[in-house]
């Protein structure tokens, strides 16, 4: 049964797997490894507490299985829960020195909450364990070395004010080029970030009570904000620095559009000037960044010219081979649908003649896979699969269309089927939607300054889908190597905000916010969409007198000083 179960799990039949180590268990109650494979079901799945149920159940047999803490603790790593996560990691490497997974996670989380001198060592052990000849790097030898140079980086400037300097212009063009890339260190003439500056404190543990009244309250605001931003789907575990860290994001935009509105300027990069949309993004892209200093988000039109030209892939499996990505499940006959109108706008302009028998051999279809023999069978040029373009229609020039994603389905006579959807990020697609956005800021700005003068119920409506449109070119863009989903939503949110409006109601079940917007037939589709469940209502009052989280948190060591607090108890109190 265990078997059965773990072949389920790496297939993406979550609940099959989840079944069949429950029967595993009604065979064998002490079985730890089925608890630790239930335990890892139910984390992929998105269930943090049954999760926890199992590997605790698990550990309960074994204390000591060095596979259950190294679970665990990444588990907890991306709930949020850092300081319970590097619990489990120590434990590891107690037992197991040499596991390298442990020791990479413990060097992140370490990071990620400002202790760089214990982060550093830990990667330092990475990077020390070199593959032998012949052998495979692990996923965590490659990623070590970026992230050590990207760690010195954020510590030399802990106390810089925010406002002084720029990630994406700072680092270097080919080191961000292969880290967003996840390629092997390999750059040439490459210099090292400076060691660590001993003047440079680590960051200090504050307590919740240490921060004033009215900057608890903005921290709960964030808290409760951050967690309307959360996917309701299979495959996403709730992860609550992130929702903190976002829900401030959102709260800082709505602050900055608001002071852009009543005709202030901003001070970005040491410079002071009217914001430009970038810098409305940028405020949720800082935030997104340091809630996990993993991934790269880096904006992909600021990489070196030679990639640019080649283009950067945003790449999704929805299946390969007998593999299913829990994620995509909703849009799956969605983008069916797409793919059968085209075939049928094709044959009608190419094939008139054969178009009816075409459209009922379609319509017996019902899964993906079923596409490629009626491709074959109806085009001979489709021999071994096909693509399909989306089109995103322009508001700016009426019947002007860009490239939205590719949807590519490729296949053997066996069924190996291969079904993914990817985003080209090219140079010149870049500038189309760039021109795009950049037209529809114009008008918000100028639409937000009548509106913040005026009290007329039209003009919000007006400015909220201005900024709903705004934000389905951005997801159409990609613009980002990382977190371009979040930080757009965050965007939104904070920007309704501004224009008076709150969101009240959470991504119903299944939904992805960026799929809904890149499977849109055009922006006000997508706006009717997100307003549909979004349940806007006038903003309460007390926004107004929230602190300015621009100044309430200055700098890189205050941004994770304010994610690493533990709220808890005072929020729970406030809701």
């Given at each position: 049964m265990?078997?059965?179960?773990?072949?389920?799990?790496?297939?993406?039949?979550?609940?099959?797997?989840?079944?069949?180590?429950?029967?595993?268990?009604?065979?064998?109650?002490?079985?730890?490894?089925?608890?630790?494979?239930?335990?890892?079901?139910?984390?992929?799945?998105?269930?943090?507490?049954?999760?926890?149920?199992?590997?605790?159940?698990?550990?309960?047999?074994?204390?000591?299985?060095?596979?259950?803490?190294?679970?665990?603790?990444?588990?907890?790593y991306h709930h949020g829960s850092l300081q319970e996560a590097l619990k489990n990691f120590k434990?590891?490497?107690?037992?197991?020195?040499?596991?390298?997974?442990?020791?990479?996670?413990?060097?992140?989380?370490?990071?990620?909450?400002?202790?760089?001198?214990?982060?550093i060592k830990a990667q330092t052990k990475v990077m020390?364990?070199?593959?032998?000849?012949?052998?495979?790097?692990?996923?965590?030898?490659?990623k070590v070395k970026y992230l050590r140079e990207y760690s010195r980086y954020l510590h030399a400037h802990l106390d810089t004010p925010l406002t002084e300097y720029n990630i994406d212009a700072?680092?270097?063009?080919?080191?961000?080029?292969?880290?967003?890339?996840?390629?092997?260190?390999?750059?040439?003439?490459?210099?090292?970030?400076?060691?660590?500056?001993?003047?440079?404190?680590?960051?200090?543990?504050?307590?919740?009570?240490?921060?004033?009244?009215e900057v608890q309250e903005l921290i709960c605001v964030a808290d409760r904000l951050g967690s309307l931003m959360q996917y309701e789907t299979p495959g996403f575990l709730p992860n609550k620095r992130i929702h903190r860290a976002m829900g401030l994001a959102a709260l800082e935009v709505m602050q900055a559009v608001q002071r852009t509105w009543t005709s202030s300027k901003v001070r970005m990069n040491g410079k002071t000037r009217l914001m430009q949309w970038r810098d409305m993004f940028d405020i949720a892209v800082k935030w997104r960044r340091i809630a996990?200093?993993?991934?790269?988000?880096?904006?992909?039109?600021?990489?070196?010219?030679?990639?640019?030209?080649r283009g950067f892939n945003n790449h999704v499996n929805l299946i390969r081979g007998q593999v299913i990505n829990m994620r995509y499940l909703e849009y799956f006959e969605k983008i069916l649908h797409f793919i059968k109108d085209r075939i049928l706008v094709y044959h009608g302009a190419n094939n008139p003649k054969g178009l009816l028998e075409v459209r009922e051999a379609l319509e017996k279809v019902h899964k993906v896979e079923d596409l490629l023999p009626i491709m074959k069978q109806f085009n001979t040029k489709t021999k071994d699969g096909f693509t399909v373009n989306t089109k995103v229609p322009s508001l700016k020039d009426q019947g002007k269309e860009y490239d939205g994603f590719t949807i590519t389905i490729t296949g053997d006579k066996v069924g190996n089927i291969l079904f993914s959807v990817e985003t080209q990020t090219t140079e010149e697609r870049t500038q189309l939607y760039h021109a795009e956005i950049d037209a529809l800021y114009k008008d918000l700005t100028a639409k937000g300054k009548v509106l913040i003068l005026s009290s007329e119920f039209g003009e919000t409506d007006a400015v909220g889908n201005l900024i709903l449109s705004l934000v389905y070119y951005f997801y159409n863009l990609m613009p980002?190597?990382?977190?371009?989903?979040?930080?757009?939503?965050?965007?939104?949110?904070?920007?309704?905000?501004?224009?008076?409006?709150?969101v009240a109601g959470k991504?119903?079940?299944?939904?992805?916010?960026?799929?809904?917007?890149?499977?849109?037939?055009?922006?006000?589709?997508?706006?009717k969409i997100a307003k549909s469940w979004m349940n806007l209502k006038s903003i309460s009052p007390s926004y107004k007198t929230l602190p300015s989280v621009s100044e309430t948190f200055p700098t890189l060591r205050s941004m994770i000083e304010v994610l690493n607090t533990d709220s808890s108890p005072r929020c729970l109190k406030k809701l």
């Amino acid at each position: 049964m265990l078997y059965k179960g773990l072949t389920f799990f790496h297939r993406g039949l979550l609940k099959e797997a989840i079944e069949s180590f429950k029967e595993a268990l009604k065979q064998k109650v002490d079985f730890i490894d089925a608890y630790k494979s239930l335990g890892q079901a139910y984390r992929e799945l998105g269930n943090f507490e049954a999760a926890t149920e199992s590997f605790q159940k698990a550990l309960l047999l074994n204390q000591n299985h060095v596979q259950t803490l190294q679970l665990r603790g990444m588990m907890l790593y991306h709930h949020g829960s850092l300081q319970e996560a590097l619990k489990n990691f120590k434990r590891c490497l107690q037992l197991e020195p040499y596991n390298e997974v442990c020791q990479y996670m413990k060097g992140l989380s370490h990071v990620a909450m400002g202790q760089f001198y214990e982060g550093i060592k830990a990667q330092t052990k990475v990077m020390l364990n070199d593959p032998l000849p012949g052998q495979k790097a692990s996923p965590e030898y490659l990623k070590v070395k970026y992230l050590r140079e990207y760690s010195r980086y954020l510590h030399a400037h802990l106390d810089t004010p925010l406002t002084e300097y720029n990630i994406d212009a700072d680092l270097p063009g080919s080191f961000k080029d292969h880290w967003a890339k996840n390629l092997p260190f390999l750059i040439e003439d490459y210099e090292e970030q400076p060691g660590l500056q001993p003047h440079i404190k680590d960051v200090l543990h504050q307590n919740f009570e240490s921060y004033k009244p009215e900057v608890q309250e903005l921290i709960c605001v964030a808290d409760r904000l951050g967690s309307l931003m959360q996917y309701e789907t299979p495959g996403f575990l709730p992860n609550k620095r992130i929702h903190r860290a976002m829900g401030l994001a959102a709260l800082e935009v709505m602050q900055a559009v608001q002071r852009t509105w009543t005709s202030s300027k901003v001070r970005m990069n040491g410079k002071t000037r009217l914001m430009q949309w970038r810098d409305m993004f940028d405020i949720a892209v800082k935030w997104r960044r340091i809630a996990d200093p993993d991934q790269p988000v880096l904006w992909l039109d600021q990489m070196p010219a030679r990639s640019l030209s080649r283009g950067f892939n945003n790449h999704v499996n929805l299946i390969r081979g007998q593999v299913i990505n829990m994620r995509y499940l909703e849009y799956f006959e969605k983008i069916l649908h797409f793919i059968k109108d085209r075939i049928l706008v094709y044959h009608g302009a190419n094939n008139p003649k054969g178009l009816l028998e075409v459209r009922e051999a379609l319509e017996k279809v019902h899964k993906v896979e079923d596409l490629l023999p009626i491709m074959k069978q109806f085009n001979t040029k489709t021999k071994d699969g096909f693509t399909v373009n989306t089109k995103v229609p322009s508001l700016k020039d009426q019947g002007k269309e860009y490239d939205g994603f590719t949807i590519t389905i490729t296949g053997d006579k066996v069924g190996n089927i291969l079904f993914s959807v990817e985003t080209q990020t090219t140079e010149e697609r870049t500038q189309l939607y760039h021109a795009e956005i950049d037209a529809l800021y114009k008008d918000l700005t100028a639409k937000g300054k009548v509106l913040i003068l005026s009290s007329e119920f039209g003009e919000t409506d007006a400015v909220g889908n201005l900024i709903l449109s705004l934000v389905y070119y951005f997801y159409n863009l990609m613009p980002l190597s990382r977190g371009s989903s979040v930080i757009a939503y965050s965007v939104i949110v904070g920007a309704l905000m501004a224009s008076g409006k709150e969101v009240a109601g959470k991504i119903p079940k299944g939904k992805l916010v960026d799929f809904e917007a890149m499977t849109a037939p055009g922006s006000e589709a997508f706006s009717k969409i997100a307003k549909s469940w979004m349940n806007l209502k006038s903003i309460s009052p007390s926004y107004k007198t929230l602190p300015s989280v621009s100044e309430t948190f200055p700098t890189l060591r205050s941004m994770i000083e304010v994610l690493n607090t533990d709220s808890s108890p005072r929020c729970l109190k406030k809701l």
